[in-house]
């Protein structure tokens, strides 16, 4: 019976390897793939930054502006290589079935991004709460989530309603609650120049919008203490 009943164990745990094995094996590929890709397309944004700094009146052949197109092509793919990314390929077995139903909140998470109308940062804080429906998720992965989404042009309203929209379809919860504080610095540098201005943005969905109580209660343990 003992024998019996371990090498189940045994197989179990192979399998999970083998699983493993795979998952990891398929990342690498996706990386390897990104990587070539990317590669590929420096020349032509090097060549446009290149394009860029000439009409703003810069030599560019002078000597600390020689790597600065590849330097910002590089960077660039960098800030926005969240095109390249899915909630699926972040959150795979990292999923758990879990007989949870209470809020779960991750608050802080910081956040960068770059605005699509002006390609300049906004940064700032997001909170996450959701109620979970029988399954749970590595609370490292909701952090990735918010990197993969604003890792991409963007406008602070539909980042929020994105995120929390990656949760819900991922886990299938009961309700799922996102904030994002955030400063822009089109509005600090730009424009009005109001150093201290911050905007908050908030998508609810589930019980999070049909439930007042549990929207405040969410809206109060998320704030700073």
Same mark, same amino acid.
């Given at each position: 019976?003992?024998?019996?009943?371990?090498?189940?164990?045994?197989?179990?745990?192979?399998?999970?390897?083998?699983?493993? /094995?795979?998952?990891?094996?398929?990342?690498?590929?996706?990386?390897?793939?990104?990587?070539?890709?990317?590669?590929?397309? @420096?020349?032509?944004? =090097?060549?446009?930054?290149?394009?860029?700094?000439?009409? @703003?009146?810069?030599?560019?052949?002078?000597?600390?502006? %020689? $790597?600065?197109?590849?330097?910002?092509?590089?960077?660039?793919?960098?800030?926005?290589?969240?095109?390249?990314?899915?909630?699926?390929?972040? %959150?795979?077995?990292?999923?758990?079935d879990e007989d949870h139903d209470e809020m779960v909140i991750v608050k802080d998470i910081d956040m960068f991004s770059l605005c699509e109308h002006h390609l300049v940062p906004f940064f700032g804080k997001v909170h996450?709460?959701?109620?979970?429906?029988?399954?749970?998720?590595? @609370?490292?992965?909701?952090?990735?989530?918010?990197?993969?989404?604003?890792? $991409?042009?963007?406008?602070?309203?539909?980042?929020?309603?994105?995120?929390?929209?990656?949760?819900?379809?991922?886990?299938?919860?009961?309700?799922?609650?996102?904030?994002?504080? =955030? =400063?822009? /610095?089109?509005?600090? /540098?730009?424009?009005?120049?109001?150093?201290?201005?911050?905007?908050?943005?908030?998508?609810? @969905?589930?019980?999070? %919008?049909?439930?007042?109580?549990?929207?405040?209660?969410?809206?109060?343990?998320?704030? $700073?203490?």
């Amino acid at each position: 019976m003992n024998g019996h009943c371990n090498g189940k164990i045994s197989e179990g745990f192979g399998e999970l390897i083998i699983d493993s /094995m795979k998952s990891a094996a398929h990342r690498q590929n996706e990386t390897s793939r990104k990587e070539a890709e990317d590669e590929s397309r @420096l020349p032509a944004l =090097a060549a446009a930054y290149t394009s860029i700094l000439s009409e @703003l009146g810069e030599d560019t052949d002078r000597q600390g502006l %020689l $790597r600065t197109p590849l330097r910002a092509a590089k960077a660039m793919q960098f800030l926005t290589k969240g095109y390249h990314e899915t909630v699926e390929d972040i %959150l795979n077995n990292a999923i758990f079935d879990e007989d949870h139903d209470e809020m779960v909140i991750v608050k802080d998470i910081d956040m960068f991004s770059l605005c699509e109308h002006h390609l300049v940062p906004f940064f700032g804080k997001v909170h996450i709460g959701y109620i979970p429906n029988k399954k749970v998720v590595g @609370l490292s992965k909701l952090a990735r989530i918010v990197e993969i989404y604003s890792r $991409r042009l963007q406008v602070q309203e539909r980042l929020t309603k994105q995120i929390a929209m990656g949760i819900l379809e991922a886990l299938q919860p009961k309700g799922v609650a996102v904030v994002i504080e =955030a =400063a822009h /610095m089109c509005m600090v /540098m730009r424009g009005v120049q109001k150093m201290n201005s911050r905007t908050v943005t908030s998508t609810m @969905l589930g019980v999070y %919008l049909e439930d007042p109580k549990t929207r405040e209660e969410f809206l109060n343990l998320s704030k $700073r203490v």
